[in-house]
């Protein structure tokens, strides 16, 4: 049906502002363990401690490259459609994903009915 068409769409739309809003929490909070981890390091006496705090760091840093790049690839879906003009026709294209769908629904339903009874 067209009408799945225009909703995939527009759920794709708003599946990259999820997305992306999701990738740049995850890289802050990444970002801000950086710090955590840093001290840790500088404060571990134990060599062998280190050592395990350095891996959680390298965890930690190749998290955040992942969350950067979803960021990055969503950034520019989610700018585009935060502009007015462009967010006026993702409203309109939502009307428009309605008005499909009450014709699909008429074309579905529609029955005929003889004008002329013939005997």
Same mark, same amino acid.
């Given at each position: 049906?067209?009408?799945?068409?225009?909703?995939?769409?527009?759920?794709?739309?708003?599946?990259?502002?999820?997305?992306?809003?999701?990738?740049?929490?995850?890289?802050?909070?990444?970002?801000?363990?950086?710090?955590?981890?840093?001290?840790?390091?500088?404060?571990?006496?134990?060599?062998?401690? $280190?050592?395990?705090?350095?891996? +959680?760091? !390298? /965890?930690? *840093?190749?998290?955040?490259?992942?969350? #950067?790049?979803?960021?990055?690839?969503?950034?520019?879906?989610?700018?585009?459609?935060?502009?007015?003009?462009?967010?006026?026709?993702?409203?309109?294209?939502?009307?428009?994903?309605? $008005?499909?769908?009450?014709?699909? +629904?008429? !074309? /579905?339903? *529609?029955?005929?009915?003889?004008?002329? #009874?013939?005997?």
């Amino acid at each position: 049906m067209v009408s799945e068409n225009i909703k995939a769409f527009l759920d794709f739309v708003d599946e990259s502002r999820k997305v992306y809003a999701c990738a740049l929490d995850n890289m802050r909070r990444e970002e801000k363990k950086l710090q955590d981890f840093l001290h840790a390091i500088e404060f571990e006496s134990s060599a062998k401690e $280190r050592s395990k705090i350095c891996t +959680k760091l !390298h /965890r930690s *840093r190749k998290a955040r490259r992942d969350y #950067k790049d979803m960021v990055e690839e969503y950034e520019e879906i989610v700018k585009f459609f935060q502009d007015p003009q462009h967010k006026k026709t993702l409203d309109q294209m939502t009307n428009l994903l309605g $008005r499909v769908r009450k014709v699909e +629904k008429y !074309h /579905r339903e *529609r029955q005929y009915f003889p004008r002329v #009874k013939e005997d």
